[in-house]
């Protein structure tokens, strides 16, 4: 069991940037892979970057590479999203989620949605001038 606390979220000019955090507590990172999944509203929910707690390995969806950064923090039990150049279109909840697991690499199926075992509340993302 892994508990998941998001933070970071806010109001922010297009063009800002913000780093969101996700604290694990329960149990060690490097038996999950951790993603962070974002709904627009009237959206569905879509996962955008996913990380491997054991080996640092990560992933993004297509339309935010180059923008979005994430990593971890083991000994801290965190994982954080750094998104850079925001635009409206970045307007949403951003949630991290854990799948337990034994991961050799990453891919688009790494993280998906359905396969995802614990959730935090999320975290409010609004980018207006």
């Known amino acids: 069991q892994v508990q998941l606390v998001e933070s970071g979220g806010g109001l922010v000019q297009p063009g800002g940037s913000l780093r969101l955090s996700c604290a694990a507590s329960g149990a060690p990172l490097e038996n999950y892979a951790i993603a962070w999944f974002r709904q627009a509203p009237g959206k569905e929910r879509e996962g955008v970057s996913c990380?491997?707690?054991?080996?640092?390995?990560?992933w993004y969806m297509d339309s935010v590479k180059g923008r979005f950064t994430i990593s971890r923090d083991s000994a801290k039990s965190t994982v954080s999203l750094h998104i850079n150049s925001l635009t409206p279109e970045d307007t949403a909840r951003y949630y991290c989620?854990?799948?337990?697991?034994?991961?050799?690499?990453?891919?688009?199926?790494?993280?998906?949605?359905?396969?995802?075992?614990?959730w935090g509340e999320g975290t409010l993302v609004a980018v207006s001038s």
């Open positions: 989620a854990a799948r337990r697991g034994y991961f050799e690499d990453i891919n688009h199926t790494s993280c998906r949605l359905r396969d995802m075992n614990f």
């Open positions: 990380i491997l707690g054991r080996l640092g390995k990560a």
